[in-house]
């Protein structure tokens, strides 16, 4: 069975830092894309950065990277220069194996960035 | 350019009602779903559809039925609502089996 794990319920930085939320994983695909989304007050799920599993290269976007451990089946975001704007819950996700088009999703992990 | 479209946006309703909350989607995405979300439990599956005329079960079916008549919709009924059916209510879709999803606004919904 597949399963998402994020072990960090809540989360807090000081606005500027670095902070890096952890997932982990398990799927027995070979080829598979992972994600995370951004859900801030508004409820509006958001895309933050996507990466291919054969792709050894960890994805990038702008403040947003993850270090992506296929072996290690480990997908963690890393936020670069926290915005107040950042503070959101975050999910890693997943595709269901199969023919399915949908995603597991981890239980999520609330951000709060300070000033 | 709509995206995912859901309506309403929050609902309140008494133990045994029935309601259908829409969803709509103008991206031509063959894959569609129906998650609910709950405080600590991240989103979970209801139901999905792999194209017009094709449903089937995810995580937790139990109390609501779909149907996918055309591509671009694909409504969520309540039977008979329940207190434990009090939730946040997500539409998606996607375009390929493994590819993001891209989400509606979400439905609030009570029952009381």
């Known amino acids: 069975a597949q399963t998402v794990t994020q072990s960090q319920p809540e989360m807090s930085v000081q606005e500027a830092e670095t902070v890096t939320l952890s997932c982990t994983y398990d799927?027995?695909?070979?080829?598979?894309?992972l994600f995370w989304y951004k859900q801030p007050p508004s409820r509006q799920m958001i895309l933050v950065i996507r990466?291919?599993?054969?792709?050894?290269q960890n994805a990038t976007e702008n403040r947003f990277s993850v270090n992506f451990q296929k072996a290690a089946k480990s997908f963690s975001l890393k936020i670069s220069d926290s915005q107040l704007g950042d503070t959101a819950m975050y999910f890693c996700?997943?595709?269901?194996?199969?023919?399915?088009?949908?995603?597991?999703f981890g239980k999520g992990t609330k951000l709060s960035v300070k000033p | 350019n709509a995206g995912v479209t859901q309506t309403p946006k929050f609902q309140v309703l008494k133990t045994g009602q029935s309601m259908t909350l829409q969803c709509a989607q103008d991206?031509?995405?063959?894959?569609m779903s129906w998650y609910r979300q709950d405080p600590g439990m991240g989103l979970r599956l209801i139901h999905y559809?792999?194209?017009?005329?094709?449903?089937d079960q995810g995580e937790v079916p139990n109390g609501y039925n779909v149907s996918r008549s055309t591509t671009e919709d694909f409504p969520l009924r309540l039977l008979s609502a329940a207190p434990s059916q009090t939730s946040v209510y997500f539409c998606?879709?996607?375009?390929?089996?493994?590819?993001?999803?891209?989400f509606g606004q979400g439905t609030r919904l009570t029952v009381v």
């Open positions: 990466q291919e599993a054969y792709k050894q």
């Open positions: 998606a879709s996607s375009f390929g089996r493994i590819t993001e999803a891209f």
């Open positions: 996700a997943l595709p269901y194996g199969g023919s399915q088009g949908n995603l597991i």
């Open positions: 799927t027995s695909e070979n080829n598979y894309y």
């Open positions: 559809s792999v194209g017009a005329g094709i449903t």
């Open positions: 991206m031509n995405h063959e894959y």
